[in-house]
Structure formats: C-alpha cells, structure tokens
C-alpha cells in the first residue's frame, strides 16, 4: 500500500488525479462514519463538503513542517510540564 505522504506528494507535485482518488477512499469510512452524526437531510450535502475538505487539506499540506515521533513526543512531553507548572501557580 502507498503511504499517505507519497500520495500527498504526487498530488501537490503532478496533480496526480489518481493519487487524490486513492486519498479520498482512505478517508470514506471515517466520512461515512462522521455522516452518521448528522441528521439524513442534511448527509448529502455534508459529504461533499467534506470530501472537498480533504482535497483541500491534501493540496495545502505542508510536508517539510511535519515533524518525527519523537520531536512530536518531545513536544508533547514540553506540554504537559507547562500546564503542570501552570496548575501549580494558579
């Protein structure tokens, strides 16, 4: 299976048509299980915009500003000590 990342890439790159497909049936379940939320009237045209969405996002990421797992464990980890420190002072 193609990596998310490398679709993303040949979509902002190529315009690859195809690989923008293969995203947006990455994406129908968790769609199709948002729909579920709403009421039926209103699933259609809720659909759309968010398939539009995800094509958006997909044209619009930023590859090169995404960081690793451990920055992103780093970060998280600088998080959770300021609120704690917050907490304390307050």
Known sequence: MTRLIELT??????NDIKS???VLNLFEPKI???LRQTSPQEQHDLY????I???EIVRK???NDTCGFWEFTNRLKEQH???C?????S
Do not use: G, M, P, R
């Not at 890439?9 to 190529?14: D, L, P, R, S």
């Not at 759309?48 to 398939?51: F, M």
């Open 9 to 14: 890439k040949k979509v902002q790159k190529h």
């Open 20 to 22: 923008l497909e293969i």
């Open 32 to 34: 199709k299980a948002s």
């Open 48 to 51: 759309q915009e968010l398939k």
């Open 53 to 55: 969405k995800v094509i």
């Open 61 to 63: 990421y930023d590859i």
């Open 81 to 83: 000590a300021l609120d």
């Open 85 to 89: 420190k917050d907490k304390e002072t």
